[in-house]
C-alpha cells in the first residue's frame, strides 16, 4: 500500500516521502538531514525534483552520496541523472507519472502526477511551490500569464485530485483569500478547519483541486466578486482573468 507522508524541513518546507514495499523516494529534499532521520535503516531508492530552488535540491548531494539514487527533475536542476520534460511519462512504485511543466514561479517548474492503479484510485499532484493551499507561488522568474495558464492546467485535474505542495502556507495564504473574497462561505469553514490543525501541530496538507476551485483566489480570477475585489487593487474594471491574476499575486505579495 502506498503512503505518503510530509517530512518536516526548515521553518515550512514539506519533504514529500512516498513509500511502498519496502522502496522509498522524496520528492524536493531541500535538507539531507530529516530524509535521513525519517529513512532510518530504509535506503532511499530515487528523488523526484519539481524546480531548482536550493530550499528543494540542497540536500540531493548529500543523499546520492549515501544512497547512490537516481534524481528525476528538471535538466536545469545540478545532480538529475533523469531530466523530464513537459509530457514525459515514467512509473514509479509501479504506478504512472506525467510530466507537467508549469512555468511561472521558476521557468523550469515541473509537476508531477501519479496516478495508482484501478479506477477509484486517486491522483496525487507534487506541484512544488506552483500551486499552493489557498495560494499560488511567487512569480521569481515567469511572467502572470504563464503563471496563470500553468493555475489553470492543474485546475483542470480531476477534483478529487492530492495536491501536495512543498510549503506550509496555508494559513496565511487563506487570511488572503478572505480579503480577496470575504463572502464564500466555503471559504471561512476551510480556515476554520486549517485553524484547528495547526493548532494540533498537524499538517494542513494534502489539499484537493476541488478545494483549491472552491477557495484559491488564483483558480477563481473568473469570479466577479474576486474580479471586483482586484479592481479595487489596480485592476481595470472589465479586464481580463490574467490580470485580475496579475493584481491579486502583487496584492498578495505585500499582504
Known amino acids: 500500500m502506498l503512503t505518503i507522508s510530509p517530512i518536516p524541513a526548515f521553518s515550512d518546507n514539506y519533504i514529500w516521502h512516498l513509500a511502498q514495499d519496502g522502496e522509498h523516494w522524496v520528492v524536493d529534499p531541500g535538507d539531507a538531514a530529516p530524509v535521513i532521520k525519517a529513512l532510518g535503516d530504509a535506503a532511499l531508492n530515487g528523488i523526484l525534483i519539481t524546480h531548482h530552488h536550493l530550499d528543494h535540491t540542497g540536500g540531493i548531494a548529500e543523499l546520492v552520496k549515501r544512497y547512490q539514487c537516481p534524481v528525476y527533475g528538471p535538466e536545469s536542476v545540478d545532480g538529475v541523472t533523469h531530466p523530464l520534460k513537459d509530457g514525459d511519462q515514467f512509473r514509479l512504485l509501479g504506478a504512472p507519472v506525467r510530466v507537467m511543466a508549469v512555468p511561472g514561479h521558476t521557468l523550469d517548474h515541473l509537476a508531477l502526477l501519479m496516478e495508482e492503479p484501478g479506477a477509484e484510485a486517486t491522483p496525487h499532484l507534487f506541484c512544488g511551490d506552483t ?3 489557498g495560494g499560488c507561488g511567487r512569480l521569481f522568474e515567469g511572467s502572470p500569464a504563464q503563471m496563470y495558464d500553468s493555475l489553470r492546467r492543474l ?10 505542495c512543498a510549503h506550509e502556507y496555508t494559513r496565511a ?11 464564500n462561505a466555503v471559504l ?6 486549517v485553524d484547528n490543525l495547526r493548532a ?4 494542513s496538507l494534502p489539499s484537493t483541486i476541488g478545494e483549491e476551485l472552491a477557495t484559491n483566489p488564483f483558480l477563481r480570477c473568473h469570479i466577479p466578486a474576486v474580479a471586483r475585489r482586484a479592481a479595487s487593487h489596480g485592476a481595470a474594471d472589465n479586464c481580463d482573468e490574467v490580470e485580475v491574476f496579475a493584481t491579486l499575486r502583487k496584492w498578495k505579495d505585500n499582504f
Open 131 to 133: 500551486l499552493f493551499a
Open 188 to 193: 471561512q469553514n476551510r480556515i476554520s478547519q
Open 200 to 203: 494540533g501541530d498537524q499538517p
Open 155 to 164: 485546475s483542470d485535474l480531476p477534483p478529487e485530485t492530492q495536491v501536495y
Open 173 to 183: 495564504n487563506l487570511r488572503f483569500a478572505e480579503a480577496a473574497e470575504p463572502g
